[in-house]
């Protein structure tokens, strides 16, 4: 059974920082790409970054320069650091990848529960 959990959600002041993690676990045989998404009150979940397993990267116009999404193959972790945070990235971020399992011959679709990111202005 394979399972995505993040860590490091939290309260923090504007333009401060925050890393988020998020861990795959189970019988896994291999991760393609690896994405944060997120969702705040009464909006759709949008894609904040993505990773692809060489580690090339795409962001979300509203975070470039300020967010950077990194992954560490041998562990089966992405992370997303946060930096210059403001009020308006306040929501729950979900962890999401593209994961064959030993059991499979194909990719599937996993999302981990979702960790709050609460910005104070």
């Known amino acids: 059974q394979v399972q995505l959990v993040e860590s490091g959600g939290g309260l923090v002041q504007a333009g401060g920082s925050l890393r988020l993690s998020c861990a795959a676990s189970?019988?896994?045989?291999?991760?393609?790409?690896m994405r944060w998404y997120r969702q705040a009150p009464g909006k759709q979940r949008e894609l904040v970054a993505s990773?692809?397993?060489?580690?090339?990267?795409n962001y979300a116009d509203s975070v470039k320069g300020r967010f950077t999404v990194s992954r560490d193959n041998t562990k089966n972790t992405v992370d997303l650091q946060m930096n210059n945070l403001k009020p308006e990235d306040t929501a729950v971020y979900y962890c999401?990848?593209?994961?064959?399992?030993?059991?499979?011959?194909?990719?599937?679709?996993?999302w981990g529960q979702g960790t709050q990111v609460t910005v104070s202005s």
């Open positions: 189970g019988s896994i045989l291999s991760i393609n790409t």
């Open positions: 990773i692809t397993r060489s580690s090339s990267t």
């Open positions: 999401n990848a593209d994961i064959r399992p030993f059991s499979r011959n194909f990719y599937s679709n996993y």
